[in-house]
């Protein structure tokens, strides 16, 4: 059994995005892996890094939003990160979340978290991955999200754009098929972890 967090940046629960968590549960619970999910629209996180976080050096206390996060990725062995791709990246209430959450003295000088056996990053987006790569977008994601925030925080990290969803008003029958595929992906990587 893996022990799975699961930060899940999406303030409505009914899209593709919210499909997207349902199948990775789905495909958790059927390996039987134990799972954890912060639903940060949900939960009201506080996005917005605070002049005193800003300030904090290390062994000061962090708040205790921060330390309940900082506790669920620490008892994690696989960290998941659910969102959908805005203007090139993720939500801002996730790069809040990161501003917050990888604070001093725990993500950096000194790092003291236990990395992660695995970080993987689901996004969801509206052009397809080889429109991405064309435009530059889909590297520069990439890099902010895996080389920038995971870093050496985790010892293997993995980077899947679900996009396409464009099709939804151009090509609905097309977009029923990379929908469908796409959740039957993502169900896979729940079980394969």
């Known amino acids: 059994m893996i022990n799975v967090h699961v930060i899940y940046a999406h303030p409505g629960g009914h899209g593709f995005t ?43 206390p962090v708040p205790e939003d921060v330390a309940a996060e900082q506790a669920r990725l620490d008892a994690a062995d696989v960290w998941v990160f659910v969102y ?56 520069a994601m990439r890099t902010a999200m895996i080389t920038d925030r995971i870093g050496g925080r985790a010892e293997r990290s993995e980077f899947v754009v679900l996009g396409g969803s464009t099709l939804r008003g151009d090509d609905p029958r097309r977009w029923a098929e990379v929908r469908a595929e796409h959740l039957r992906r993502v169900r896979e990587l729940g079980r394969a972890l």
């Not at 939960?43 to 605070?50: A, C, E, I, K, Q």
Request: glycine share 10%.
């Open 18 to 60: 919210g499909e997207v968590l349902d199948a990775f549960r789905e495909g958790l619970a059927e390996a039987g892996h134990a799972y954890t999910v912060s639903d940060l629209y949900r939960m009201g996180f506080r996005p917005d890094l605070s002049r005193a976080e800003l300030e904090r050096r290390d062994g000061d």
């Open 84 to 139: 959908p791709v805005w203007w090139a990246d993720c939500p801002a209430l996730l790069k809040g979340w990161f501003d917050r959450v990888w604070s001093v003295g725990w993500a950096y000088k000194p790092m003291r978290l236990r990395p992660a056996r695995t970080a993987l990053v689901l996004c969801t987006a509206g052009y397809d991955v080889a429109e991405l790569e064309a435009s530059g977008v889909h590297q």
